[in-house]
């Protein structure tokens, strides 16, 4: 792997202002379609180091760097941008908003982003849908989803705007084992077909082993940092 | 925008019932607010109206504002000297050069001028003594300035010129004196002079004080009966174009210098009655939206804390505070126009329906019933000071909205 990174931390710290540190001087840089997996005991600062390269979150100190530029002192406004047409995230809830169907979940990025319209911009959330099993329950509401369906549309909405980092929390903390398997099959597959690049947080240490490289957090600091499978 | 809307309709429908009640305490306003503008904007232009058809437009009086300055003031202009308590002089009252004025007046565009004589005089019939005022006119001057022509129910204005001392009085007070057309009466000046005049006309104003208490007679007759012969105590004066009365008035006053009064000046109090009933319907209608306001800032209010979660995933999908903040502004102002919207329906039927009130008893303006004004305007500043609320009711909520942290709300439902 080399060229550019897509996403870089440098000395990333991050304190709270009470002077809890959650996450230590985390160098780390994320190459495209690198499948990143972040482990450690629960405490360790894996959320933390997520909602910092999510740009959800500015570092104390350090950098963190998107595509090359210094986001540190972006203003909120911009950092929102960046979010909304570069990064996907997905968490352990899928927050979908309950009032609005699967389709106009994934839809509700598109159309902020407003590079597609109308049948375009359906189309393109159709085609996510259908990518993920779903093609059948677009026009259902969140809550007439099962859960392993819910993750899913939360997946094609943070792939709405086609972002080229996906930053995922436990998203398969509460899914059981075949659905949670079903959601690395697709990291798989956004990674090694489409060129993605994935960072994903979690607890089961079988699934941990798909990724392409893993990262070990222990009490914010990384303790490990190594290329796998 | 209209991603905006959509995600604000889906929030509003949640709570669809509290929505609903805040929506139609804003209609309420709204409605009380144009009912009632309706009624009594219709009540004071046709109380106006009344005013500036009756009451000469500009009154010129025989008084100055303030006493005639003084030899010992003239000769001390920078206030050494203080003159108190100033006596008028026992000059012959009335206005000078009355005629060169009216002349004045006359030669101005859509101006009528007319000079008058008012006195009080003692009627006697018979055994009945009445005081009235008397006004001495000129008919064809007069006609110009005033109304009285068109209720006249016996004889005419010029009918004065008939005879040589002709009166026409109110119709009450010929009834006081119970004094019929072509009678002859005695009218008794407080001078003493007595001249014996013959009824040759009666009016009736409406206007109880002036039909029980007025009479005219030609303005050389009432000033050989107050033994004051070419005075002239008023000027009446009508314009083509009311809204010119004050300042005309002030313009006529700093040129003649007799105090001059506009109907508006003549007619303060009533119009101060008016402001103060403008006030009240104000207030009240501005009580009315505070507390719809407050429902709608309850919804919004509520909407944001249940909506914490939503709110946290727009903003780490990439919507800005900017977004949020608009988003539960649009939904107060959504909750605005509705109110808006139905308010306006309600108070145009609220409207309609005071339209077929009719009153037992005539009212002043002889129809029995409402006199209604139906100005588009009052819709919408009524709908205007509704959206305004709506929108202040949800500033503070769409802020906190705006400023919560995904992280914290994020980290807390995981
Ligand atoms: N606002 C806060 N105030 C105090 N402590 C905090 C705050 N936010 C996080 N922490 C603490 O910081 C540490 C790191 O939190 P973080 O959520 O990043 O860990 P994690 O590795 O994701 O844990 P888990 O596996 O349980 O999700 C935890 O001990 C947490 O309690
Ligand atoms: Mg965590």
Known sequence: ?229 | MRLLLDLARGMLTRRLRQTLVSVTGIALGVAFFIATAAIMRGFQTYFVTQIIDVSPHITIKDETRRPAAQAAELAHPDGAVLVHGVKPRDRVRGIRNAGQKVAILEAMEGVAAAPVLQAQSLLRYGSRDVSAVLTGLEPERHRRVSNIEKDMIAGRLEDLRRSANGIILGEALAWRLGIGLGDTLSAVAPSGTVLSMKVVGLFRTGIQAVDQGHAFALLKVAQVLADRPNVVNQILVRLADVTQAEPLARQIESRFGDRTESWEEQSANILTVFVIQNAIMFSVTGAILLVAAFGIYNVISTVVIEKTRDIAILKSLGFTEGDIQLLFLVQGIVAGLMGAALGCVLGALMIEGLALVRFGVQTPSGQGQFLLDRDVRVYLLASLFALIAAALASVIPARRASRLDPVQVVRGAA
């Open chain 1, 1 to 229: 792997m080399s060229g550019p990174p897509l996403l870089e931390a440098r000395a990333a710290t991050r304190q709270l202002a009470e002077g809890v540190v959650l996450v230590r001087d985390v160098s780390l840089a994320i190459q495209p379609g690198e499948f990143i997996a972040v482990t450690g005991p629960s405490g360790s600062g894996k959320s933390s180091l997520l909602y910092l390269l999510g740009l959800l979150d500015r570092p104390s100190r350090g950098e963190v760097m998107l595509e090359g530029r210094d986001t540190a002192r972006l203003p909120a406004a911009e950092l929102a941008g960046l979010r909304l047409a570069k990064l996907g995230f997905v968490f352990q809830f899928h927050f979908l908003l309950p009032e609005f169907t699967a389709l106009d979940n994934v839809l509700i990025p598109i159309r902020r982003l407003g590079r597609l319209h109308g049948a375009a911009a359906r189309d393109r959330a159709m085609g996510l849908l259908a990518a993920f099993g779903l093609a059948d329950a677009w026009q259902k509401l969140p809550e007439q989803l099962s859960g392993g369906m819910r993750q899913r549309c939360a997946i094609a909405r943070a792939l709405a705007n086609d972002p080229a980092l996906i930053l995922a929390d436990e998203p398969t903390g509460n899914l059981d084992s075949a659905n949670a398997a079903g959601v690395f099959d697709i990291f798989e597959r956004l990674t090694r077909e489409e060129g993605r690049s994935i960072v994903v947080v979690t607890h089961d240490a079988s699934l941990a082993r798909r990724a392409t490289r893993q990262i070990r957090l222990m009490d914010g600091v990384v303790v490990s940092d190594q290329a796998q499978g």
